[in-house]
């Protein structure tokens, strides 16, 4: 089983950026994506952006597309989420989380969860 932890979560002010990043314990062909989910307060947690172990292809939330970017670097075992113009909608605590079952952004599938880190944007 994987083992995932986040980093990189702060406080910042609306339209900042930060860099989430999710150290691994190593990028396998065991799992079919990895990505990154949100859980904001009193909320279900939501896929946020994911990457297909496959063939590398990402998908991005309605509401992030165009701000965030997935990227993996495989020297490092390390999954990243470049967050540009924050919102305060952006809040939440964030997990990175591989699928061994299907490649969709979709919570249900994901089974190794990291313990997140918090995201707060302030107006």
């Known amino acids: 089983q994987l083992q995932l932890v986040e980093s990189g979560g702060g406080t910042v002010q609306s339209g900042g950026s930060l860099r989430l990043s999710c150290t691994t314990s190593g990028f396998t062909s065991d799992y079919f994506a990895i990505g990154w989910f949100r859980q904001a307060p009193g909320k279900e947690r939501v896929g946020v952006s994911c990457l297909n172990n496959n063939d590398g292809t990402t998908w991005y939330s309605t509401y992030v597309k165009g701000r965030f970017t997935i990227s993996r670097d495989n020297a490092k075992n390390t999954l990243y989420l470049q967050m540009n113009g924050l919102e305060h909608e952006d809040t939440g605590v964030y997990y990175c989380?591989?699928?061994?079952?299907?490649?969709?952004?979709?919570?249900?599938?994901?089974?190794?969860w990291g313990q997140g880190t918090q995201v707060t944007v302030f107006s």
């Open positions: 989380a591989d699928s061994t079952e299907k490649a969709m952004c979709v919570t249900r599938f994901y089974d190794s």
